[in-house]
């Protein structure tokens, strides 16, 4: 009688624990047809786009794709890289831990230097900075070591087929990088300008 009753309660947590992953799996079913209805747009909703970082000023989009690229820096293993990309001079010093919004300070001086260094070129000057933040800019620009790179040849003879020779900035010890790519498309997409 004893090894009966056992085998009942066994069976009852039995039945109970399989009542209760029903339960569990149902409710996660709910929850994720709410979360895709909360997604599909209607057509009263904003479209995607509207929403999203392009309703950012252009400066804002480069900050942002800098920062998702770029990632975090810490100054233990990343010397002489900081923050967000922002490279260590000689006379700078900086505690072992750096704030987010003194980083973003770094980085939004950074690129606007590199903004005023290529302010001739106009409309591509955000981009071209851009690029120069992750590259150095001489080697758009040019100096003793690196010649003018074509992308700037083009924009200034005033032509916009320019996407090819920007994309080319993905190699990496001769090498293009697939990642290094998907940064240059992106911004293409979010800073360039027909």
């Not at 799996?25 to 392009?54: E, R, V």
């Not at 106009?122 to 590259?135: E, I, M, P, R, T």
């Not at 290094?180 to 911004?187: A, D, F, L, Q």
Request: net charge positive; proline share 6%; charged share 25%.
């Amino acid at each position: 009688m004893p090894s009966d009753k056992i085998s009942k309660r066994n069976k009852m947590r039995f039945m109970t624990g399989k009542i209760r992953t029903y339960i569990i799996l149902a409710l996660l079913l709910l929850c994720q047809n709410i979360m895709a209805q909360n997604k599909t747009p209607t057509p009263d909703s904003p479209s995607q786009t509207d929403l999203g970082i392009f309703a950012l000023p252009p400066l804002e989009r480069a900050v942002r794709c800098i920062k998702y690229y770029e990632g975090w820096h810490d100054i233990k293993r990343n010397y002489p890289y900081i923050g967000w990309g922002h490279r260590i001079l000689p006379h700078e010093k900086f505690s072992k831990n750096l704030t987010y919004q003194h980083a973003d300070s770094l980085l939004r001086s950074d690129l606007t230097k590199l903004c005023a260094m290529f302010r001739k070129y106009g409309k591509d000057s955000l981009l071209l900075a851009v690029l120069a933040y992750n590259v150095g800019p001489y080697k758009i620009l040019g100096n003793k070591r690196f010649p003018k790179s074509r992308l700037l040849q083009k924009i200034e003879r005033g032509l916009r087929d320019i996407e090819k020779d920007y994309l080319d900035f993905c190699r990496w010890r001769g090498k293009c990088i697939p990642s290094i790519k998907r940064r240059r498309m992106t911004e293409l997409q979010l800073l360039y300008i027909p």
